[in-house]
């Protein structure tokens, strides 16, 4: 099927403020996951715009079915960084780009696929804060007496540890972590070996990783959060946490940002400085700097 040939995918529709297209087609013999749904083809419009705009529309053009996802150029970024959705993800990295109105989608994928280093350190600060929420919540479970909880948040903070370690290989960890971490890293694999067939209690795995977690935790604070160290020395100034978690270069981790921060300023890393008088009238605004 020749794709730039469908007349509605070569329209390009300024009325939407779309910038570009991209068509990832599934041959019928294919299972396509629950978010592709059988269908023949899965559309992506990228729009330029700094809002969350996803939406989801379904379409026949002949006998070919197909679904059309609008989603902005930020929300793209974002998901390059997270990893999240995964269909769209595939569509970027395996479509085909059948229109756009400038290189910006040609330079993202390349971009991904030479795995550069601003988005490796994006993508490395994403995984070490998403692994130090699973650590965290995992504690808090087990000391709450909700084993099968933690189980779960442990299983996931050993796929963000396994994500770093593959970021830390230069590779873009895709859905395949633990076929490659079964090569690289036979102490990490045995960790997951651990915690999911090992004959010892649910309680006893769920410790065991935790215990591993937070040495790890503490090894590797200071080398995955570069990127928001970075940008507290960029200027004299304390930061508020408000500015921080509205910095550009950190929105893909605005949610756990202030666990992070926290952490850091425990083990010394951030200073904290409380001498700025709150907008609110009362109290005094904690702000975070960095000792040269």
């Known amino acids: 099927m020749e794709l730039k040939n469908l007349a509605f995918l070569s329209e390009q529709s300024e009325e939407t403020g779309a910038v570009g297209a991209i068509a990832y087609s599934h ?10 749904q059988d269908f023949d083809l899965l559309v992506l419009i990228v729009l330029n715009t700094d809002q969350s705009t996803s939406t989801v529309e379904h379409y026949r053009y002949g006998d070919l079915r197909y679904q059309l996802i609008y989603a902005s150029w930020s929300e793209l970024q974002i998901t390059a960084v997270t990893g999240e959705h995964y269909n769209l993800m595939q569509c970027l990295i395996e479509g085909e780009i059948i229109w756009e109105t400038d290189d910006q989608i040609t330079q993202l994928r390349e971009e991904l696929s030479s795995f550069g280093n601003e988005l490796r350190e994006q993508k490395l600060f994403h995984e070490f804060t998403s692994f130090l929420r699973m650590y965290v919540e995992a504690r808090r479970h087990m000391q709450q007496g909700h084993v099968v909880d933690a189980y779960y948040d442990a299983l996931k903070a050993l796929g963000n540890w396994a994500r770093i370690v593959l970021i830390e290989q230069g590779m873009y960890p895709d859905h395949a972590v633990w076929t490659h971490i079964q090569q690289l890293d036979r102490a990490l694999w045995k960790l997951y070996q651990e915690l999911t067939v090992s004959s010892e209690t649910l309680e006893q795995r769920v410790e065991l990783i935790l ?3 937070e040495f790890s935790v503490m090894s590797k604070m200071e080398e995955c959060s570069e990127l928001l160290l970075r940008v507290i020395r960029s200027r004299k100034e304390p930061w508020s ?3 921080l978690v509205h910095h550009p270069r950190l929105r893909f981790v605005r949610e756990d940002l202030p666990l992070v921060l926290r952490k850091l300023v425990l083990r010394s890393i951030v200073k904290e400085s409380a001498g700025w008088p709150s907008l609110e009238g009362e109290g005094r605004e904690i702000r975070y700097w960095i000792e040269a």
């Not at 041959?27 to 592709?36: A, D, K, N, V």
């Open 27 to 36: 041959p019928g013999e294919r299972f396509h996951g629950s978010l592709i």
């Open 241 to 243: 946490i408000h500015e």
């Open 211 to 213: 215990l591993a977690c």
